[in-house]
């Protein structure tokens, strides 16, 4: 019984007549003053709100991901993650919330891919609260925003994978298929026709009665970097006006606390510990250009940016465009590290006034080899039932390599994995030459067995090998696209080809001086025969100069050309020559 009613009842006890009464009268008001008083003091106490940030994950539910070269480097997977992120809530799990960036799923292994990424939602799903139970509750505690690979395969599929149903070739491990417990926002994503986002643009989140608002964005270039058929009737606009757009709608509601995340990023050389704004934010791994540009043009309102798309660290302040401090985090990707984010609101004017991050790696071991964290049961069930139903197919050895084959370029832009692919494509359509994107490449091949599940890693978009013919002109301008965004050059990997090119010292940009093949310059005039893949048969990644290509013919999927090809080589096979590309000029 509260202090005060026994007090209360004592006082009547020891006088029932009018002077007990009169007694009772005096001493109420004070002791109701004094809990009124102590109540206030509580409520002025700043709210500490936890957000955890994943970006990026890419279906990575199966363990294979390692980070340095340290003893015990091995980091990832799903059951890991859900335990890094069920720890980091520990004591605070009213107060947390997960979210996702974008391209959680898409470009993914084959565990998740070919089950159409089902495992990777259902993984989701076990971090859910139960206040999921309907996505846009404000306690449901996971917010995703969609990515460009959410649209690799359209957007009914999209839907589907977010609000249930079985897919034609399912049922999978879940039947019927119940889709997301949380919901998708974005705000830059619409449909032509209608005029509507596709998605909702933003959620509310409520804590101990203060709102916080999760708005969501993609990078607006969606349509260079997706096949067209997978965005057919969608307008993707720039990320900051349309988070501007929201704000006025958002403070009617009384949201001060917002939340942006968006499925754009920059890079900053990686460091450990809590926000520390004077670490820099350029570096060799990249730089912020594009974030920072996106983060001032952002209203005053926004407190916090979570990023992605750019696989790098970032935790750093930036300037909004009223002039006022944003938080902004990227962690890596495919669940190698998480953004750890404490934030403080001020109760009485509902917005926040503190916050910092850390980036923390999600060691799956320690140097000595042992687990560094109890796996999650209910992530590594999920993972079981996934590997069980892909395994016949995913394992079966295809060839093998004494090498280490990486996608990882020279300084002209030319990877030994790039030129495997597209000796592969130029073999099986018998052509003169091939070319490849960089993007569409997704893993590294390691020493030892190749198996079909490693070629799909590699090779995960089932893109169509298409044949077509260019004259030696347009080849030469198709080559000169790779420079058409002087910020990030697109390098096609090639085959059949040399070519040689200036490097002009601005932002990598450069000019290609001469294309031979078999040691003799090409004819400009002449045609030629050319494979591909059809997402850039096309014009995706910008190389529009495909798209007047002369008669185009579909042909088989990358993956079976991969395995044929290897098939046709001795084991191990042999390591493609490189030196295919030369540059000449700043850091020849």
């Keep these: 019984m509260p202090r005060e009613i026994r007090g209360r009842e004592a006082i009547m006890n020891i006088f029932p007549s009018i002077i007990g009464r009169l007694a009772l009268a005096i001493l109420l008001p004070v002791q109701l003053m004094t809990a009124g008083c102590a109540s206030t003091a509580s409520s002025t106490a700043n709210l500490k709100v936890k957000v955890l940030a994943i970006n990026d994950f890419h279906g990575q539910v199966s363990e294979g991901k390692t980070v340095g070269k340290r003893a015990g480097n091995k980091v990832g997977s ?26 959680l799923v898409g470009a993914s292994p ?34 995703a925003t969609v ?10 599929e999209l839907k589907r994978l977010i609000y249930g149903g079985n897919h034609d070739k399912g049922p999978f491990i879940e039947d019927p298929y119940t889709g997301s417990r949380y919901p998708y926002v ?19 989140k409520t804590v101990d009665g203060v709102q916080i608002a999760f708005i969501g964005a993609v990078v607006k270039n969606v349509p260079s970097i997706v096949s067209a058929s997978g965005i057919a009737g969608i307008a993707f606009s720039n990320e900051a006006s349309s988070i501007n757009r929201l704000i ?29 704004p004077r670490k820099p934010l350029e570096g060799t791994a990249g730089d912020m250009k594009t974030i920072t ?7 005053g309102e926004v407190d916090v940016v979570l990023t992605a798309h750019t696989h790098r660290f970032t935790n750093t302040l930036l300037k909004n465009g009223a002039g006022r401090e944003v938080l902004v985090t990227q962690a890596y990707s495919s669940g190698t590290a998480f953004a750890d984010i404490d934030l403080e609101i001020d109760p009485a004017i509902r917005d926040i006034v503190g916050k910092s991050a850390s980036i923390i790696t999600t060691w799956a071991e320690k140097p000595d080899g042992k687990p560094a964290v109890m796996p999650d049961p209910a992530a590594a069930e999920i993972l079981a039932k996934a590997e069980k139903a892909v395994g016949p197919k995913v394992n ?38 091939a070319f490849m994107n960089p993007g569409g490449l997704r893993a590294n091949l390691a020493a030892g067995e190749v198996t079909w599940g490693h070629l799909f890693s590699v090779l995960p978009f089932g893109n169509r090998v298409v044949t077509m013919q260019l004259t030696g002109e347009q080849i030469y301008r198709l080559l000169e696209q790779q420079w058409l965004d002087p910020e990030s050059p697109r390098m096609l990997q090639t085959s059949g080809l040399t070519y040689s090119w200036m490097d002009n010292g601005s932002h990598h940009a450069g000019t290609v001086i001469e294309v031979k093949k078999d040691g003799v310059a090409i004819d400009r005039s002449r045609l030629y025969s050319v494979a591909t893949v059809n997402f850039l048969a096309t014009g995706g990644d910008g190389f529009s100069v495909f798209r007047e290509g002369t008669g185009q013919v579909n042909g088989p999927i990358d993956i079976d050309v991969m395995v044929s090809y290897l098939q046709a080589l001795p084991r191990p096979f042999p390591l493609p020559e490189t030196g295919r590309v030369k540059r000449i000029g700043n850091g020849t």
């Excluded at 990515?147 to 009914?156: L, R, S």
């Excluded at 005029?195 to 933003?202: A, I, K, Q, S, V």
């Design 248 to 276: 006025p709608e958002l403070r009617e509601k009384g949201v001060r606390a917002i939340v942006a995340f968006i499925h754009q990023g920059g890079s900053q050389p990686p460091y450990t510990g809590r926000t520390d």
């Design 147 to 156: 990515g460009n690979h959410e649209f690799d395969e359209g957007v009914a």
């Design 110 to 143: 084959a565990v998740s891919a070919l089950l159409q990424d089902e495992p990777t939602v259902m993984f989701m799903n076990t971090l859910a609260n139960e206040h999921c139970r309907e996505q846009m509750h404000p306690r449901c505690n996971i917010v």
């Design 293 to 299: 540009d996106i983060v001032s043009r952002l209203d």
């Design 396 to 433: 079966k050895v295809i060839s093998s390599t004494d090498r280490n084959i990486t996608r990882s370029p020279n300084r002209a832009g030319e990877s030994v994995l790039g030129n495997l692919v597209a000796d592969a494509m130029r073999w099986s359509r018998e052509t003169d030459c």
């Design 78 to 103: 799903a059951p890991v993650l859900a335990a890094y992120l069920k720890n980091a809530q520990t004591g605070m799990e009213d107060r947390s919330f997960i979210v996702s960036v974008g391209d």
């Design 186 to 204: 974005a705000a830059n994503v619409k449909d032509k026709v209608t005029g509507r986002t596709l998605l909702p643009p933003y959620v509310i």
